[in-house]
């Protein structure tokens, strides 16, 4: 083997060694200077429709009666924008006597013609996709006049 290629061999196991310690510093220096995030996270949650408004209309006729209920609007202060669907449901004695689903906040729900002596309940259900809002529920009995 001549001199100079003992000097090349010298010259790369040198380079090598040189390398090995250099390359790790440099991949750390990359990542060592913290960055803010641009993306700020949160969490919506879907609250009670409140604020509910319309009217409820009884009429009797000796062992009957009908009761019908008008819901106008309410306030729903859940992620705006976005696509809600509504379900209205008018119970009479805990049972389902009516229900109305839709994406406007507005309906009207009867019972028909049912036996006298009912107490009733209007719940209002608003879902965002597969989540569903605590319930609103007003309990009331065979009476006209303002839904509150």
Known sequence: MHAIDRVRRA?????????????????????????????AVGAASL???????GSTSCSTFLFWER???????FTDPGPAGRAYTYTYVLSRNG???DRAT???KST?????????GGSY???IESRLGGWAAPTFELATSC???SLR
Not at 18 to 31: K, N, S
């Open 102 to 104: 839709g994406t406007a």
């Open 47 to 53: 609250v009670a429709p409140s604020s509910v408004q």
């Open 67 to 73: 009761f019908d209920v008008s819901v106008s609007s």
């Open 121 to 123: 309940t209007v719940s």
């Open 108 to 116: 009207s729900l009867s019972t028909g013609t049912v036996g006298r």
């Open 11 to 39: 010259a790369t196991v040198l380079l090598v060694a040189v390398f090995l310690l250099v390359a790790p510093q440099i991949a750390y220096a990359g990542f060592s200077t913290p960055k803010a995030s641009g993306l």
């Open 95 to 97: 049972n389902e006597v």
């Open 143 to 145: 009476t006209s006049g």
